[in-house]
């Protein structure tokens, strides 16, 4: 079965960065999404990020556009999450997950969400300070 880890997750200063990994096991498909999503106390779990391994195409939500930046290195089976630009809002506990996934996201109606992953790693926490 596969399996995610997460990692890089930490107390950090608002403005400064984190880069968050996900490294996956036993991942034998070719064509598929990796999504990172957090959740804040209180709040539901949020698709922020989402990249195809079709073609490399992106998906970021409004809150995090233009501060983050989503990767994959595919040799190694990781995928990265690289945070600028912190902020408190942005603390909460951090998952990837990966979905089963042909074709692109740009001029399609596929939802960087949830119901569209198959597996979860156990997440890491991100605090931000002001």
């Known amino acids: 079965e596969v399996q995610l880890v997460e990692s890089g997750g930490g107390l950090v200063q608002a403005g400064r960065s984190l880069r968050l990994s996900c490294a996956a096991s036993?991942?034998?498909?070719?064509?598929?999404?990796i999504g990172w999503f957090r959740q804040a106390p209180g709040k539901e779990r949020e698709g922020i990020s989402c990249?195809?391994?079709?073609?490399?195409?992106?998906y970021y939500s409004d809150s995090v556009k233009g501060r983050f930046t989503i990767s994959n290195d595919y040799g190694k089976n990781t995928g990265y999450l690289q945070m600028d630009y912190l902020k408190p809002e942005d603390t909460a506990v951090y998952y990837c997950?990966?979905?089963?996934?042909?074709?692109?996201?740009?001029?399609?109606?596929?939802?960087?969400?949830?119901?569209?992953?198959?597996?979860w790693g156990k997440g890491t926490l991100v605090t931000v300070s002001s």
């Open positions: 997950a990966i979905g089963y996934y042909s074709g692109s996201l740009y001029g399609t109606l596929y939802d960087c969400s949830a119901r569209n992953m198959d597996y």
């Open positions: 990249i195809s391994s079709s073609d490399k195409s992106t």
């Open positions: 036993e991942f034998t498909f070719d064509d598929y999404v």
